[in-house]
């Protein structure tokens, strides 16, 4: 499968930003933001007549995502609960990050937020956005 990556704009240097702050974030849950949450990992893809958006979000509950749009992005947040052992341990490695997330994704072009499908399975969030 042929993956092809294009940035928002013409401007070179809003380009150079995007592809720091994509390098930065491209771990995902390796690297924490200022208040503490984590960071998701995301695909994004154009189809002719769509826009899909999956979230790895393993371990987070449905009641627990919250999706909204704003001029042109889709903002997700969430929480994925603890879940370590009330007894005693001794941790040896700790690389699952819980507690609060959130992701702004900028939207390549426009869609229609009100016939916006997303479904939850196997910690995948697929979203799939119609264009206008």
């Not at 009641?63 to 903002?75: A, M, Q």
């Amino acid at each position: 499968m042929e993956r092809r990556i294009y940035m928002r704009g013409n401007n070179p240097f809003e380009s150079h930003i995007f592809r720091i702050v994509d390098c930065f974030y491209r771990e995902g849950s390796r690297f924490s933001m200022q208040w503490g949450a984590w960071v998701p990992r995301v695909d994004v893809y154009e189809t002719d007549d769509k826009i899909v958006v999956l979230v790895e979000i393993a371990g987070v509950k449905k009641e627990d995502i919250d999706l909204t749009f704003h001029e042109g992005k889709l903002i997700l947040r969430g929480t994925r609960q603890e879940h370590y052992s009330s007894d005693p341990a001794i941790y040896y490695q700790m690389e699952i990050n819980f507690g609060p997330f959130e992701r702004i994704i900028p939207l390549p072009t426009d869609v229609d937020a009100e016939k916006a499908e997303a479904v939850y399975k196997d910690g995948f969030l697929e979203i799939i956005l119609p264009k206008k």
